[in-house]
């Protein structure tokens, strides 16, 4: 079956001018084109344009993943490049992830702290609590803000 931009990009859940805008950088070279011109999808086309997405939302810069998508033409000749390529992402996204939860154990405990505020009255008395007087699941999020805001000199 044949899509238009529009269909697809419905398929994919972004802009159609995404799609337009990815074959315009050379990362759809197996998109064919109607006799007028108009791109037309097929059915196997959506799973290159799948791991474009992926590739993208790992915050891979455009000209890497049509470094990708060219190695993906090549065949098999490629399949080493393309998995240190995925390796080095993988080590990436996991980095990007323990950032992300950095901050979110930070967010957890600051929730816990303005909520704890909040019914005393004032921010004195979570500030002034000592961690073992803190909820168990809160600690750790004490501990380390602490050790961020006082680091050992």
Request: aromatic letters at 10%; glycine letters at 6%.
């Amino acid at each position: 079956m044949l899509y238009t931009v529009g269909e697809m990009a419905k398929k994919l859940n972004v802009a159609p001018s995404t799609l337009r805008y990815y074959d315009k950088e050379g990362l759809l070279p197996f998109v064919e084109r109607s006799d007028g011109g108009m791109r037309m999808f097929k059915d196997e086309d959506l799973e290159p344009l799948l791991i474009i997405d992926c590739l993208k939302k790992t915050g891979m810069a455009l000209k890497d993943i049509r470094t990708f998508m060219d190695w993906a033409q090549q065949g098999d000749g490629t399949i080493n490049q393309r998995l240190q390529m995925f390796q080095e992402q993988r080590k990436s996204v996991e980095s990007q992830i323990a950032q992300l939860q950095d901050t979110l154990d930070i967010l957890n405990y600051k929730c816990w702290y303005y909520e704890t505020a909040k019914a005393a009255g004032s921010t004195a008395v979570p500030r002034a609590m000592k961690v073992e007087d803190v909820p168990e699941d809160i600690r750790p999020y004490k501990e380390k803000y602490e050790k961020r805001r006082n680091p050992v000199k």
